[in-house]
């Protein structure tokens, strides 16, 4: 034992002695251990050291969760503060602990720094000025300092209700499921927590709300509006899963493919037969993953209705179709939404269970490869001029190198959207490339071709808005579907468009709604978790000195949780975080650009010409505003006309496109652990790099698995994931490393810049936006498609930065933190 130690429990014993006759009584009145109102009823403590044991030391637990040796306080300012890990001899330490922060000076600094007077504390202000912790230890501390005049403060001991946990997570239930579990159909439902978002929820508390809500379905018909009662609730929510699972945009859109030509599918593989292990390889080979329910499909010779639907199995984003009899038809439908939104975690094909249930849904596709599919497809299908054969037939290959969607696991929805709207009309959305408005928009000129990592839908139902930069509300559902039926998108006038979106948007939403997160598999380190859960929600970044000059956000405490939302019980229960507990898990923060400095392509991939103009638009909702006029109440001039008035003469919708903050939404965190790689592009492959961004490379690649020909992403939680950093375990690499022409890869004069060929794409991407698709030539050396497999945070649109005030944490907060996120 330390000389200080033993200094200590000597002073404390004869403190003790001296306090044996302190007599009193406490009425029971004051607050709880959370500032809240405390039980009453208890007896006036007899002696500081009874006062300690009745209303000190459960507060002491609090500290305990990171001032012991090992936790995230055992560091040079934090050790001046120490207890025990079991809670011995707590009455010694924090005696100890109170003279080397010199007395009481005349408010100890045990004080100050946990009622937040003195910064920065990592554990925040746990005991606001008055509340019963802090009046509690403030008697404690007078004792220590007079032990003649104890008897009298003990008088005003406040007894103190139990702490909240710290861990506890509804992995992004909404309140509508767990409410309906055991109520009739005819129960009404609760309030959606995501439309209490309007300017003043939540001011100045902890957690900072900016992404308004927008009530969008005000003037649209009954069969559009949000569920009202469980049974309305469970009733949309079967008909948006039928609708995603078992037919939707795989019946509706598009011609199909006939199950004999999937099964050929293995020819632009460069084998000769067809591999038993087929559809693993077909999986593997497109990034189309397992579908954690039954999704058949006829094998070669087989009837489809002689074996309920066929013994394949195809992977999420297809579906073979039925006629109006319910009869399998042997015609393959391809789903847009699950070819983004049907991701995958863990590997059955290795005895790993799917990390990605039914329940679970929709996390983002960071796998899918888009460029491979489509040369195959060309390959496949498209007959060569003047010969009446395919390439397939004979035996051409073809690299297409698409630039635009050349990386695997990312998309470029927001760029898809924008021709859209560039090319159909505002108002009905039907044909209408209006050049006045094609002028208008590049007339401001803006980045089209980045690219994103897709979210995951279970978070849906704790976001205000949608989209990384927070576009449109939440109940804005008509842009849900945009991919819903791409085989009637192009008509002239777009009405079966609109009915199709109208009849499905609420139930595909109410789906979505439903979903829940996964829970993490491995071990958590459940003291290590609790660290993380504090720091999470009460460490103030920009009070490091590390962050001074960086720009601070635009409200909260600073914390990870002030962008991010609350999760812990302790926190969503305290009313200095949220207004409401209700508000649990609810992110709803735009950081600015200069504040979060990430890749800056997508949040500006909207001009803003484009986001006035939005805001005029079918998808706003415009239905009921003054002056709207419907599109089958104008001339067919009148309607190819209009689209070219500026917006601000256009009407105005319910729900328009964000237009105050510029920046990011931070998106809410349940099952953050199973959406790897991180940051709006993908750049970043695991949470420890997030938060660290010193450690994040340029150049990476995934682990590959490989299947005869075939090559993809390993799925594998044993194999590919990362369970201490979270995230994909990878390669780091040199321009040299990746493959095909190295003049294409390589920047001769500085090897970490972006190549010529980047520096051409962005100028051009930047000033004449489209046209970086067409001008740029692909790599078709051998190998150049591989380039697909790699991130290049060099590229235009796929930087790596941004997010770095997380930088200032120590390595032992930053592991607290990661495991902390394990648990939600």
């Given at each position: 034992m330390r000389q200080t130690d033993i200094a200590a429990v000597v002073g404390w014993c004869l403190l003790t002695a001296m306090m044996g006759g302190c007599s009193g009584q406490y009425d029971g009145s004051g607050t709880g251990g959370d500032g809240s109102a405390g039980s009453g009823g208890s007896a006036r403590a007899q002696s500081a050291e009874e006062h300690f044991a009745n209303n000190v030391e459960a507060s002491l637990g609090f500290c305990r969760t990171c001032h012991v040796p090992g936790g995230v306080a055992d560091v040079e300012d934090g050790r001046d503060f120490s207890l025990s890990p079991t809670g011995a001899d707590?009455?010694?330490?924090?005696?100890?602990?109170?003279?080397?922060?010199?007395?009481n000076n005349p408010t100890s600094r045990i004080l100050r720094m946990a009622s937040g007077q003195e910064t920065p504390h990592s554990g925040g202000a746990v005991w606001s000025e008055g509340s019963a912790p802090y009046r509690n230890m403030e008697i404690l501390l007078a004792c220590f300092a007079d032990p003649d005049g104890c008897g009298a403060q003990l008088d005003d001991g406040v007894v103190q209700d139990d702490l909240l946990p710290l861990l506890g997570s509804s992995r992004a239930r909404h309140p509508w499921k767990t409410f309906c579990e055991d109520q009739p159909d005819s129960a009404a439902l609760p309030m959606d927590p995501r439309s209490m978002i309007r300017p003043g929820i939540n001011q100045d508390k902890a957690v900072f709300f900016n992404a308004w809500y927008e009530d969008c379905h005000e003037h649209q018909p009954e069969s559009m509006q949000e569920p009202a009662t469980c049974g309305e609730y469970r009733a949309q929510r079967d008909a948006g899963q039928h609708w995603f699972t078992d037919g939707g945009p795989t019946v509706d859109g598009g011609a199909g493919t006939d199950a004999e030509t999937f099964n050929r599918s293995w020819r632009a593989w460069g084998l000769s037969e067809r591999p038993d292990n087929f559809d693993e390889m077909y999986r593997l080979r497109y990034g189309m993953n397992a579908a954690p329910y039954d999704n058949p499909y006829p094998l070669p010779g087989e009837d489809p209705n002689a074996t309920d639907g066929g013994s394949g199995q195809l992977p999420q984003g297809m579906r073979q179709r039925r006629d109006e009899n319910g009869n399998w038809t042997g015609v393959i439908g391809r789903n847009t939404c699950f070819m983004c939104h049907g991701g995958q975690i863990g590997d059955p094909a290795n005895g790993e269970p799917l990390g990605i249930q039914f329940e679970n849904l929709g996390p983002g596709n960071h796998n899918t490869d888009l460029n491979m599919l489509v040369q195959d497809g060309v390959i496949r299908l498209l007959p060569v001029p003047g010969v009446p054969m395919t390439l397939e037939q004979l035996g051409i290959g073809l690299n297409l190198g698409l630039l635009g969607m050349d990386q695997r696991g990312q998309n470029n929805a927001v760029g898809g959207f924008e021709l859209v709207f560039m090319i159909t009309d505002y108002d009905s959305v039907g044909i209408n490339p209006n050049p006045v408005k094609l002028a208008m928009n590049s007339a401001d000129p803006h980045p089209t071709v980045e690219q994103?990592?897709?979210?995951?839908?279970?978070?849906?139902?704790?976001?205000?808005?949608?989209f990384f930069d927070a576009g449109v509300s939440i109940d804005s559902t008509r842009i849900l579907m945009a991919a819903g039926d791409t085989g009637g998108l192009f008509t002239a006038d777009g009405e079966s468009y609109r009915d199709y979106a109208d009849a499905h948007a609420r139930n595909a939403s109410t789906f979505i709604t439903s979903l829940e997160s996964p829970e993490y598999p491995g071990d958590i380190d459940t003291a290590l978790a609790e660290q993380g859960a504090i720091l999470f929600h009460s460490k103030d970044l920009w009070a490091l000195e590390a962050n001074q000059d960086k720009p601070e956000p635009l409200g909260g405490n600073g914390s990870c949780a002030s962008c991010h939302g609350a999760y812990s019980p302790r926190y969503v229960n305290d009313p200095a975080y949220l207004e409401t507990p209700a508000l649990e898990g609810v992110a709803a923060h735009i950081s600015p650009l200069e504040v979060i400095g990430t890749d800056r392509a997508r949040a500006r991939e909207l001009s803003g010409y484009l986001r006035d103009a939005y805001s005029t638009?079918?998808?706003a909702f415009?239905?009921?505003?003054?002056?709207?006029?419907?599109?089958?109440?104008?001339?067919?001039?009148?309607?190819?006309?209009?689209?070219?008035?500026?917006?601000?003469?256009?009407?105005?919708?319910?729900?328009?496109?964000?237009?105050?903050?510029?920046?990011?939404?931070?998106?809410?965190?349940?099952?953050?652990?199973?959406?790897?790689p991180y940051l709006h592009?993908?750049?970043?492959?695991?949470?420890?790099?997030?938060?660290n961004s010193a450690e994040r490379p340029a150049l990476w690649r995934r682990p590959i698995k490989e299947l005869g020909p075939v090559e993809g992403f390993d799925l594998s939680m044993e194999r590919a994931y990362d369970h201490e950093r979270v995230g994909w375990k990878h390669d780091v690499l040199s321009c040299s490393d990746l493959p095909g022409l190295i003049l294409l890869n390589c920047n001769p004069l500085a090897p970490e810049a972006p190549s010529i060929t980047q520096m051409v794409e962005g100028v051009l991407n930047e000033t004449l936006n489209w046209s970086a698709i067409i001008s740029i030539p692909p790599d078709v050396t051998p190998g150049g498609?591989?380039?697909?497999?790699?991130?290049?945070?060099?590229?235009?649109?796929?930087?790596?930065?941004?997010?770095?005030?997380?930088?200032?944490?120590?390595?032992?907060?930053?592991?607290?933190?990661i495991e902390y996120l394990k648990t939600l």
């Open positions: 707590d009455l010694t330490h924090l005696r100890a602990s109170w003279e080397r922060l010199g007395g994103q990592d897709t979210p995951a839908w279970w978070n849906y139902s704790h976001r205000s808005r949608k638009t079918w998808w415009p239905e009921g505003q003054p002056g709207w006029k419907a599109p089958e109440d104008k001339s067919r001039a009148e309607e190819l006309a209009d689209d070219g008035l500026p917006p601000s003469q256009r009407v105005e919708g319910a729900c328009g496109w964000e237009r105050g903050v510029i920046g990011y939404q931070a998106p809410p965190l349940y099952g953050v652990w199973a959406t790897a592009n993908g750049s970043v492959p695991t949470l420890d790099q997030v938060l498609i591989d380039k697909r497999l790699v991130y290049d945070a060099r590229q235009v649109g796929n930087g790596n930065e941004g997010h770095d005030f997380a930088d200032a944490l120590t390595e032992q907060e930053r592991r607290a933190i």
